[in-house]
């Protein structure tokens, strides 16, 4: 990967924290806000279509998709970690052989992808730079449905993404964290064709779905 971001991803979402976070998936089941995700898409039918899961992590998002009848799944995660767990879990679950997985940048692989139905960013526009680029290539490879899982605009998350990013600068990783205009998202998603059709937030999280 070239871009100094995802160098940083691969760092930071280790071994170590994609197998604590496996654990915690098999005994508690996936975030709060990933099942609020999830619960959104599956509020119109699945079946049958296709899933683009980018930073996916473990895996949850897909593996629930695949319960509601997707038929088959991509995943883009910027940590091999990741990928792993994500795939042992198939795996375990029964559809590995429905999921290509795929190291690197959305970015960067866009053009090798083919289009889906629908794309799944949960908790990955806050770890990118470029938020015009990554909405951008999400919405080409769209076409029915596009999920996202991002930071609210507060300013407690403004103290909490100077915290994080001083820390990861004394670390020496490159990684940053990111509070990108929802605004700016919105008016990508909308040129694509993209309306919001649910939206959920939390403290620190809202959760959005947008559709042709």
Request: aromatic share 10%.
């Amino acid at each position: 990967m070239n871009c100094c971001q995802c160098q940083g991803l691969e760092s930071l979402f280790d071994q170590k924290t994609a197998t604590k976070e496996l654990e915690s998936y098999r005994q508690k089941g996936s975030a709060k806000t990933t099942q609020m995700l999830i619960q959104a898409l599956k509020a119109k039918a699945v079946a049958n279509l296709t899933l683009l899961d980018v930073g996916g992590g473990v895996g949850a998002i897909q593996h629930a998709l695949f319960k509601a009848g997707i038929r088959q799944a991509t995943h883009v995660d910027a940590s091999s970690a990741y990928l792993r767990a994500s795939q042992e879990e198939a795996q375990r679950q029964g559809h590995s052989d429905r999921i290509t997985y795929r190291f690197g940048n959305l970015i960067e692989l866009a053009p090798e992808l083919g289009p889906v139905d629908i794309v799944t960013l949960d908790r990955v526009v806050c770890c990118y730079h470029d938020v015009e680029a990554l909405i951008e290539a999400s919405a080409k490879l769209a076409g029915q449905r596009i999920g996202l899982v991002y930071p609210r605009e507060t300013w407690w998350l403004e103290i909490g993404r100077l915290l994080i990013n001083t820390t990861v600068w004394v670390q020496r990783n490159p990684f940053r964290f990111f509070v990108h205009p929802t605004s700016t998202i919105e008016a990508i998603l909308r040129q694509y064709g993209f309306e919001r059709r649910f939206y959920q937030k939390t403290f620190l999280w809202q959760v959005a779905v947008y559709a042709k």
